[in-house]
């Protein structure tokens, strides 16, 4: 086995020890066998290593590692900033021991539930467990105080732990695509929360205590069998992006005028007919999608929407469409 001491790299070869090495790799590495790395420093932005096996990892520091294949690998002690497990062969999370992770990506993973080792990183601020099997989060979750980002869409979850509350730092929470079929009171306490996606769950209702979120300025609730919104829905002035595509709405929720700062809007696949003049108290539109309603006018409010750079009216009856060439020339329409 070679052995290399406190030397500055740009390659790695297997069957090696390195001690308090500094690396600087530019390439992905494809294979990675029989390794001993103590107090080593990856100094590159990012290191990918295809197949690692029968190697040891003690004390190092990654700013981000993404490994494809794991066999007989243990990560023990040091710091990764970025750790990338997503679609890993041979998946063996526990052999990685008191490691400093800041953001960890176990997508795709073919995971039942999720790894207890993880509730054992204080320092996690990301986490990605989407398009697993999971169907619960265990109360372990509040260990993870400093979670900024938790992602679990395409699971099995029907409903979420009581202790999520806890998680007073969270400010994007996606959920696509899982089970539940009431909107979970435990992420009206979440009020540092900026992004929320919930599609794909038939939810059908919007509690009124969704005026919590003041914080919220991306809120994606497409396909969740909604009919109408709360109006309390207007105390959310942070409010950017709206998507309520591919639900049952029969005309535009009328708390929608109120949120003044929006620049995006999807409504598209509903059952709307109506296009009220209101559409032109959003002023600051930047997108507004439309397409597959019923709507068979377009009002001459739409002229004061001079900020629109994409309007999508496609799958209408629209007679009236002219207008909107003349008055708003830097927009790219679909009709």
């Known amino acids: ?17 390195y001690s308090g090495c500094t690396f600087y790799i530019e390439t992905p590495i494809v294979e990675l066998a029989n390794c001993y790395f103590d107090n080593c420093s990856f100094r590159s932005k990012s290191i990918e290593i295809e197949r690692v096996k029968q190697t040891s990892f003690l004390n190092c520091n990654f700013s981000h590692l993404r490994i494809n294949s794991m066999e007989d690998c243990k990560i023990v002690g040091g710091a990764i900033d970025f750790l990338d497990l997503s679609s890993s062969k041979n998946l063996t999370f526990e052999t990685i021991h008191n490691v400093a992770i800041t953001q960890l990506n176990l997508d795709n993973n073919k995971l039942k539930a999720i790894p207890p080792q993880i509730f054992s ?51 994007e929470l996606r959920l696509c695509m899982n089970s539940l079929r009431i909107f979970p009171e435990e992420i009206l306490q979440l009020h540092n929360l900026s992004h929320l996606s919930m599609w794909g769950n038939p939810i059908k209702k919007i509690p009124q205590a969704i005026s919590n979120l003041k914080n919220i300025s991306e809120l994606c609730l497409w396909k969740t069998e909604l009919e109408d919104l709360p109006q309390e829905i207007v105390q959310l002035q942070k409010l950017c992006n709206l998507n309520l595509s591919e639900n049952k709405m029969k005309e535009i929720p009328s708390a929608i005028w109120s949120l003044s700062g929006l620049t995006t809007l999807d409504l598209s696949h509903n059952f709307i007919d ?8 959003l002023r600051n539109l930047f997108e507004l999608n439309l397409a597959f ?43």
């Open 121 to 171: 990183i204080p320092s996690l601020r990301f986490l990605s467990l989407s398009t697993n099997f999971i169907n619960e989060i265990p109360q372990q979750i509040e260990r993870l105080s400093r979670l900024e980002c938790l992602r679990l869409s395409e699971n099995n979850i029907h409903e979420l732990p009581k202790n999520l509350t806890t998680l007073r730092q969270m400010k």
């Open 1 to 17: 086995m070679n052995t290399f001491n406190k030397k500055v790299l740009e390659e790695v070869e297997s069957d090696s020890k």
């Open 293 to 335: 309603n019923y709507i068979g006018e377009v009002p001459m409010g739409m002229m004061e929407l001079s900020n629109l750079a994409y309007l999508d009216l496609c799958g209408n009856k629209i007679q009236n469409s002219e207008f909107l060439y003349h008055y708003l020339p830097n927009c790219n329409i679909e009709i």
């Open 274 to 281: 109506v296009l009220p003049e209101e559409i032109s108290h």
